[in-house]
């Protein structure tokens, strides 16, 4: 599975520097000099003959922190022209490349997407879509059976069990939570 851990901005300089909408926790770790970073699929700059086309990797030769933003050289990308063709793209990392947090509480979102969500009981109340990264707390995304979406905090007094080898979230949620 590809892991989403940047996108490609705008061209930074004339010598095929880009600016990179950081997308991963571990943005030290992910734009290290020398780690190569698969891109979006398909993903092609213009449709024209003879027009750049985007590698399937591409190899980070440097980085820097400027302003608040990442700052990345790829190896071949010289110029100013090259990286405006590369703006878009998306960069990931394999997830068999990513080790597993060393903390047990703490879950990779891969990990948790497509896991069951269940009462203390066993009662089935569908699965885990997405996770999304709020400001107070990460949020379980929960698609319900019938099709609607539900909103759980990730939180210990309403997930009080994430089991990921048996494929299930526990939840005890409060009364109502699932009718907002």
Do not use: C
């Not at 947090?101 to 703490?106: L, N």
């Not at 979102?109 to 269940?118: E, I, N, P, T, Y």
């Not at 400001?135 to 007094?157: H, N």
């Amino acid at each position: 599975m590809l892991l989403i851990v940047g996108r490609i901005g705008k061209p930074h300089g004339i010598r095929g520097e880009v600016t990179v909408e950081v997308r991963t926790d571990e943005p030290e770790a992910r734009f290290a000099p020398g780690t190569v970073l698969r891109t979006e699929p398909g993903a092609v700059a213009s449709p024209e003959p003879g027009a750049y086309r985007v590698p399937e990797g591409l190899t980070i030769e440097a980085a820097r922190w400027h302003q608040g933003r990442l700052l990345v050289s790829f190896e071949g990308v010289l110029d100013r022209d090259v990286a405006e063709a590369l703006r878009g793209t998306l960069l990931g990392v394999d997830s068999a490349d990513v080790a597993p947090p060393e903390d047990p509480e703490e879950f990779l979102d891969h990990q948790l997407v497509g896991l069951a969500v269940v009462t203390p009981a066993g009662e089935r109340l569908g699965e885990v879509a997405r996770i999304d990264h709020a400001p107070a707390s990460d949020l379980l995304v929960l698609r319900r059976p019938e099709g609607r979406t539900a909103l759980i905090p990730f939180v210990k007094a309403i997930v009080p069990e994430v089991d990921v080898a048996g494929g299930r979230v526990v939840v005890e949620l409060p009364a109502g939570l699932l009718d907002l």
